[in-house]
């Protein structure tokens, strides 16, 4: 007597999005994916899909679940409540804690004044009455710089800051230049 054993798998069906119909065999549903064999290659990989690709598993034994999509909550970012005049004073904030751009201008105007204070006011008067460039202004946040309440705030900070460091460094370098003077003169009598 010959007696023969077949094994036999039963399968289900995944329904995807786009309509096609997949033979498988489910063996993990997950919060975000299904884990799942191809039912004509059981001993295969084990390959998974996204719940959001999927409408509908059917399994072998009649049941299904169907996977429909839930509406997302919009995430507000915590400045999207923030009224014009908040925004704009978030931005000088910012500009306080995050702009150091002014150092070029500086430096710029305290070698140059400690060469001439005379000619350390042609760059003085320049850069504190330029408005610093976007690649200097170390902004924390792109999507917050695009709210125009908010760029004005720093902006207009960013090129306070700047005005005052270049004026500071302009009077070091006339004060040094000074006391040259003075010691020299007295040193001269």
Not at 40 to 55: A, C, M, Q, R, W
Not at 163 to 181: D, E, P, Q, T, Y
């Amino acid at each position: 007597m010959l007696f023969s054993v077949s094994v036999c798998f039963s399968q289900d069906t995944i329904t995807k999005r786009s309509g096609e119909d997949m033979r498988v065999k489910v063996l993990e549903v997950n919060q975000s994916d299904i884990k799942y064999k191809k039912y004509d290659n059981l001993e295969g990989p084990t390959f998974s899909l996204l719940k959001s690709e999927i409408v509908m598993i059917r399994y072998s034994n009649g049941t299904r679940d169907m996977f429909i999509d839930e509406p997302k909550n919009v995430e507000l970012k915590p400045y999207d409540k923030y009224s014009r005049e908040d925004l704009y004073h978030l931005g000088q904030s910012d500009a306080s804690k995050h702009y150091k751009g002014y150092k070029g201008a500086g430096g710029g105007t305290l070698i140059t004044g400690l060469v001439s204070p005379l000619l350390g006011l042609i760059p003085a008067i320049t850069c504190s009455t330029t408005t610093p460039k976007d690649s200097n202004l170390n902004y924390p946040s792109a999507e917050l710089m695009n709210k125009p309440d908010y760029f004005n705030g720093y902006t207009k900070k960013a090129k306070s800051i700047k005005s005052g460091k270049v004026w500071k460094n302009w009077g070091i370098a006339f004060g040094v230049n000074l006391v040259a003077v003075l010691v020299l003169t007295a040193s001269g009598q």
